[in-house]
């Protein structure tokens, strides 16, 4: 089946598509009635930063929720927002093609709707795991169907309170930079959205030409006939030696620190309603010890991938060696291990990321104030984990919480959408699995705090309400 190609029929198929989801949102357009009432004051309601799943489906519930006095940015071009055309180097989605998502419970705006509208019933049926370019094509159709006001090329650097306002400095690819006035901003960032990759010190003290990390824009016809060593043993890790096998590396072994590899995929036993609605309920001790299980077990191997691996004889799993030292000898790179060294030729990090506000621009001035878990909660010792206990301690709402109360009121106007909201609601801002649970959440927390802060505008406008519904008849 052709990624790229869209035949005559499917497009006719896919406007005949685009038309039902019209309807279908007609039919279920309740309140219908426009409840903001500030007018037009130059001041968004809104402000999402990042277009990928997250932020157009956020974008989707906040429109039906008649919040349309907002702006989606992303920095990226159109059509490489997220990572599904860039560094996403699976084939397909790891989540089972029934799972529900961007949708938020309109048939006709599933995955299974485009997918059958494109290439048909049948294809349906055959169809094992969802394409990732499938996937990315799907956003593209979405976006343009629901017709979400997104602009491209903007990049968020600051944000800051001037008399209750929240002023948004953004800059465009020419270095350009102009200032959005808003309420509401909500961080639709992604995996890295509260932080930045990370990788060892000592791997990052390489020269540059013989180590990547998973996340960057890696050269793999580069690695053609070279060994190379992948650190980590998570799903992107193995996405990255598939990849640099299939582009002809001579030889690739992937480390990991366990004796044995992580096999359990744990996102797919908490999909169930009970978990994604409402882990966010808990009290901290069970938040915690919950979600240390999931994130200490990390996400395992798709079976595709290992098989993608497997079919190479140049492919090795090492397991119980993590990377005691690693360092550049001749323009090569020598691991040591508890079990013995390996030389590579270049090496790759799947290390994944590392919560750091510091690392985010629009966060920088602002990182000494955001409330961690480690400020808010101290677990048992055999539950303790430093790496976790640096994700933020968010509020109900998705915002960000102040340190110490009154130090930083922008906060709370700043809704986390990104990994960072994983330890506070578990499965949430970057989970396809989670999103017909997790965006309402969202949504409603931000409704709220723009209903509540405009609570006396409200009772002016009921106390002023006159519209009768009928006149009076006299009789003469």
């Given amino acids: 089946m052709d990624g790229l190609t869209i035949t005559d029929a499917s497009r006719s198929r896919l ?24 007018g037009d004051d130059g001041v968004l309601d809104v402000l999402i930063v990042g277009a990928g799943q997250s932020g157009l489906a956020t974008a989707f519930q906040l429109m039906r929720d008649k919040v349309t006095n907002l702006l989606v940015v992303d920095r990226a071009e159109a059509g490489r927002e997220g990572p599904w055309r860039t560094i996403a180097r699976m084939r397909t989605l790891r989540s089972p093609k029934e799972f529900t998502g961007p949708d938020l419970g309109v048939p006709s705006l599933t995955y299974r709707a ?3 509208a494109r290439f048909g019933p049948a294809a349906w049926q055959q ?24 602009v491209n090329g903007w990049e968020l650097i600051s944000l800051r309170l ?29 995996l890295e959205g509260l932080g930045r990759w990370w ?19 890696i050269d793999f016809a580069r690695l053609a006939g070279k060994t190379v060593g992948v650190l980590g043993a998570g799903a992107s890790a193995a996405d990255n030696a598939a990849t640099a096998l299939e582009a002809g590396a001579k030889g690739v072994k992937l480390f990991c620190r366990r004796l044995e590899l992580q096999r359990v995929q744990p996102y797919r036993w908490l999909t169930f309603t009970g978990f994604l609605r409402h882990l966010g309920d808990l009290d ?20 595709d991938t290992y098989q ?3 079919a190479h004889p140049g492919f090795d799993i090492v397991t119980g060696a993590p990377w005691d030292d690693v360092r550049a000898i001749d323009d090569r790179i020598e691991v040591t291990t508890p079990i013995g060294r390996f030389t590579f030729d270049h090496v790759i990090a799947g290390t994944g990321i590392d919560v750091d506000f510091t690392a985010r621009p629009e966060l920088r001035a602002h990182a000494d104030h955001i409330a961690t878990w480690d400020d808010r909660y101290t677990p048992e010792p055999q539950l303790r984990d430093a790496r976790l206990a640096r994700y933020p301690y968010l509020g109900p709402d998705f915002t960000l919480q102040e340190k110490t109360p009154g130090s930083c009121p922008l906060l709370a106007r700043i809704h986390v959408f990104n990994f960072g909201a994983t330890m506070s609601f578990g499965p949430s801002g970057s989970s396809i699995n989670a999103m017909t649970t997790a965006v309402p959440k969202l949504a ?33």
Wanted: aromatic share 10%; glycine share 6%; net charge neutral.
């Fill in 15 to 38: 406007e005949a598509l685009r038309l039902r989801v019209q309807s279908d949102l007609g039919y279920i357009d309740h309140p219908a009635a426009t409840w903001r009432p500030n």
């Fill in 114 to 116: 485009y997918h059958e």
């Fill in 127 to 150: 169809l094992g795991l969802v394409p990732k370019e499938h996937w990315a094509d799907y956003l593209d159709w979405y976006r343009e169907t629901l017709q979400l006001p997104v």
């Fill in 162 to 190: 001037v008399e209750g306002v929240v002023e948004a400095t953004l800059r465009d690819a020419a270095g350009t930079e102009r200032v959005r006035r808003c309420r509401r901003v909500v961080l639709a960032t992604g």
């Fill in 199 to 217: 990788m060892p010190e000592s791997v990052a003290a390489l020269p540059a030409h013989l180590r990547s990390h998973t996340a960057d824009d």
């Fill in 284 to 303: 901290d001790a069970w938040r915690w010890r919950f979600m240390h299980h999931v994130m200490g077990l990390r996400e395992g191997f798709p079976p």
């Fill in 308 to 310: 993608r691996c497997l």
């Fill in 444 to 476: 409603a927390g931000i409704t709220r705090g723009l209903f509540t802060a405009e609570l006396e505008q409200y009772w002016q406008g009921l106390a002023a309400y006159d519209a009768k519904l009928f006149e009076l008849q006299r009789k003469a």
